[in-house]
C-alpha cells in the first residue's frame, strides 16, 4: 500500500472512531414497549393511587459512563406531581445507584404512590429521565406510560361513619340484696340475745321495713341455715334444721310486728363444705393448700373430716378460726328497685332535670328523636356532671355528625381529659384521625377502643383506606351503608354490594354513585342510566365526576349517557 493509500485508510479509522464516539455520547430515547405499568389504568386504594412501573434497559443501550434518574410524574389538570425517583448507572461508575451492565442490559422496577385528588381522574402517567454521560447532560424526553386513574376505592367517606356513643347505664329495675348474719354455738340451735341485738340485723330490719312500704321496691326473704362440718352428719342435720326452724320463726313475728306482708323462703345445709372452702382459701393458715387438697382428694364427708381432724395442729387452727364462722343462719332481704318509667324521665326532663340522675339523663337521651333535645340534654350533662366522659363524648358526636369538626373535636379532647382510657373517645378521635389522612394514629387509637359502640364500622373504614378490602368486608358483617357496599364491590362481590346499598336507611348521592358503578361493571346501562340520574339528581357535582370515571368509559359516545351528565 503506497503512501496515499495508508493516508486515506487512516482518515477513514478515524472518522468511524469519530462517528462511533459522537453516536454514543448521548442516551437514546426508549418507547413504550419498554414499560409495563401496574395496574393499568391506575386504581386509586383508599385515598392513595400505588404504581407499579416494570422496565427494560436495551442490550448496549445504557452507556458504562452514564447516570440516569427516572421519577413519576402524574400530569393532570395543567399540574404535576413527582413520584420517587430511582437511579442507575453504567459499569464503570462509582456509586450507591443500580448498575445495568452494558452489554445485556437489565430490568428494573419503580414503585411509588401519589396521593389522590378528585381532578386526578383525567390523568396521565409519565416517566421522567434525567440521564448524563460523564456529567454532561444528556436530554431525554419525558415517556407517557398510563392513562387515568379508576378512583372507586377513595368514596370511602369518614364524614359518614357512625361515631361512637357511649351508653348511659340506665337500669329500670336494680336488683339490691341486704345480709345479715345470726352465729350459733357449737351444737346448739337457740337464737341468742347478743346476736338478735347487733346492729346489723337492726340495720336489716330497717331495710326490709323501708322496701315493703316503698311503692317502688319489691322485698322477699330468704334464710340459709347451716351447721359447721365437724361432728356426724346425723347431728349436724339436725342442728341445721332446728336453726333454720328458730330463724323463720323470729324473723316472721319481727316481720309481722312490722305488718310485713313478703314472702319468706327457707332452707338449712347440713354440712357447710362449700362456706368452709370459701374461707380457708381466703385465709392465712399456714398449711391451707394441704387442706384444700384433701376436700378435692376426697368427695365422702366423713372421709374430708376424718383426714383434716388427723392433721392434728391444722385442725386447732380450724376450731378457733374456720368452723366457728359457719355456725349461722344468713338472712337476705331480696330487694327490686322500680326505676322512673320512660314518660317519667321525659316528665322530669322537660319540668325538673335537677330530680334526674346522670344515668337518667344519658337514658333520656336515647327516648327522643329530636337531635335538639338530644343536644340540649348532652349539654346539661356536660354542665352539671362534667367529671362524666359520657356527656363531652356524646355532644361531640352530635358535632361530628353535623359537619363541626372543630367542636366535635374540643368534646372529644375534654372527654379524653376526663377518661383518656375511654374506648368511644379513643374511637372517635380515630375518625378525626382519619380525616386528617393520619392513618398511623388513627391505628393506633383503634387499639384503645375496644368495646365501643360502631367500632365494627370504624375499623371496615380503616380497612378499606389501607387497602384491605376482604377485611373490610368482614369487619362491617351486616351493616347497611355506603362504606359496607364499597366494600363489596370492591372485592366484586356486586350482589352483595347491591343488596347492601338498596338497603342503605337514607341513601344519598353517593349511594346511587356506587350502585350506577355496579350496573357499569354487570354491563347493565339501563341501571346505570337510572342511577346516575338519580345521583346527579342530588347532587350536581356528580355528573363532572361521571363524565371523568373510567368506570363509565365504554359509555362516552353513548348519547343517552352524555345527555345524563349535561
Same mark, same amino acid.
Given at each position: 500500500m503506497n503512501r496515499k493509500s495508508r493516508l486515506l485508510s487512516f482518515l477513514f479509522a478515524a472518522a468511524v472512531v469519530l462517528f462511533t464516539t459522537s453516536c454514543s455520547s448521548k442516551l437514546k430515547p426508549l418507547s413504550q414497549n419498554n414499560f409495563n405499568v401496574t395496574p393499568t389504568p391506575l386504581e386509586t386504594v383508599g385515598n392513595q393511587i400505588p404504581v407499579t412501573v416494570n422496565g427494560t434497559f436495551p442490550e448496549k443501550w445504557f452507556h458504562k459512563n452514564a447516570t440516569l434518574t427516572v421519577t413519576p410524574i402524574l400530569k393532570f389538570?395543567?399540574?404535576?406531581?413527582?413520584?420517587?425517583?430511582?437511579?442507575?448507572?453504567?459499569?464503570?461508575?462509582?456509586?450507591?445507584?443500580?448498575?445495568?451492565?452494558?452489554?445485556?442490559?437489565?430490568?428494573?422496577?419503580?414503585?411509588?404512590?401519589?396521593?389522590?385528588?378528585?381532578?386526578m381522574q383525567s390523568s396521565e402517567l409519565y416517566l421522567r429521565f434525567d440521564g448524563r454521560i460523564k456529567n454532561k447532560q444528556s436530554a431525554l424526553p419525558d415517556l407517557k406510560v398510563a392513562d387515568g386513574v379508576i378512583a372507586t376505592s377513595a368514596l370511602a367517606d369518614v364524614k359518614t361513619t357512625t361515631p361512637s356513643v357511649a351508653d348511659d347505664g340506665f337500669q329500670r329495675i336494680i336488683q339490691e340484696a341486704q345480709e345479715a348474719n345470726i352465729m350459733f354455738v357449737i351444737q346448739q340451735a337457740n337464737l341468742r340475745q347478743s346476736e338478735l341485738n347487733k346492729r346489723d340485723l337492726t340495720e336489716w330490719k330497717r331495710r326490709v321495713e323501708q322496701a315493703f312500704n316503698d311503692p317502688k321496691q319489691n322485698v322477699n326473704v330468704e334464710v340459709s341455715a347451716y351447721a359447721s362440718p365437724d361432728g356426724g352428719l346425723s347431728l349436724n342435720e339436725q342442728l341445721a334444721a332446728q336453726r333454720e326452724k328458730n330463724t323463720s320463726k323470729y324473723l316472721e313475728n319481727e316481720l309481722s310486728k312490722r305488718n310485713i306482708n313478703t314472702d319468706v323462703y327457707a332452707r338449712y345445709t347440713a354440712e357447710d363444705w362449700d362456706g368452709f372452702r370459701q374461707l380457708v382459701s381466703a385465709s392465712n393458715l399456714q398449711d391451707k393448700e394441704l387442706?384444700?387438697?384433701?376436700l378435692e382428694m376426697y368427695p365422702d364427708s366423713e372421709t374430708r373430716e376424718k383426714e383434716i381432724k388427723n392433721i392434728s395442729y391444722v385442725f386447732e387452727d380450724l376450731a378457733t378460726t374456720i368452723l366457728p364462722q359457719l355456725r349461722r343462719s344468713r338472712i337476705t332481704a331480696n330487694i327490686e328497685i322500680i326505676g322512673k318509667s320512660d314518660e317519667e324521665i321525659m316528665t322530669a326532663w322537660k319540668n325538673n332535670p335537677k330530680e334526674l340522675s346522670v344515668e337518667e339523663l344519658l337514658y333520656a337521651s336515647t327516648l327522643t328523636n329530636d337531635e335538639k333535645v338530644k343536644e340540649r340534654i348532652y349539654q346539661y350533662v356536660t354542665a352539671n356532671f362534667s367529671n362524666d366522659y359520657r356527656g363531652w363524648n356524646n355532644i361531640g358526636t352530635m358535632f361530628y355528625k353535623?359537619?363541626?369538626?372543630?367542636?366535635?373535636?374540643?368534646?372529644?379532647?375534654?372527654? #379524653?381529659?376526663?377518661?383518656?382510657?375511654?374506648?368511644?373517645v379513643n374511637m372517635n378521635k380515630a375518625l378525626l384521625a382519619i380525616m386528617d389522612n393520619d392513618l398511623q394514629t388513627a391505628n393506633e387509637l383503634m387499639g384503645r377502643s375496644a368495646g365501643a359502640a360502631s367500632l365494627d364500622e370504624a375499623m371496615g373504614l380503616l380497612s378499606l383506606l389501607q387497602g384491605n378490602y376482604n377485611q373490610a368486608v368482614g369487619a362491617y358483617g351486616n351493616n347497611?351503608?355506603?362504606?359496607?357496599?364499597?366494600?363489596?364491590?370492591?372485592?366484586?362481590?356486586y350482589n352483595k354490594a347491591k343488596q347492601t346499598l338498596e338497603s342503605v336507611e337514607a341513601p344519598d348521592a353517593t349511594t346511587a354513585y356506587l350502585l350506577a358503578i355496579i350496573a357499569s361493571r354487570t354491563n347493565n346501562f339501563n341501571d346505570v342510566a337510572a342511577n346516575l340520574r338519580t345521583a346527579i339528581g342530588r347532587d350536581r357535582?356528580? #355528573?363532572?365526576?361521571?363524565?371523568?370515571?373510567?368506570?363509565?368509559?365504554?359509555?362516552?359516545?353513548?348519547?343517552e349517557f352524555m345527555s345524563i351528565l349535561n
Open positions: 389538570g395543567g399540574n404535576e406531581i413527582a413520584g420517587t425517583p430511582f437511579s442507575y448507572q453504567g459499569e464503570s461508575i462509582s456509586g450507591n445507584r443500580v448498575t445495568i451492565p452494558h452489554s445485556r442490559g437489565g430490568n428494573f422496577t419503580i414503585t411509588t404512590t401519589f396521593p389522590y385528588s378528585p381532578e387442706i384444700l387438697r384433701v353535623q359537619g363541626d369538626y372543630a367542636k366535635a373535636k374540643q368534646a372529644f379532647d375534654r372527654a #379524653a381529659q376526663v377518661n383518656p382510657s375511654a374506648p368511644e347497611r351503608t355506603n362504606n359496607a357496599g364499597l366494600a363489596q364491590l370492591l372485592v366484586r362481590d357535582t356528580f #355528573a363532572t365526576r361521571a363524565a371523568n370515571d373510567l368506570e363509565f368509559a365504554k359509555y362516552r359516545t353513548n348519547q
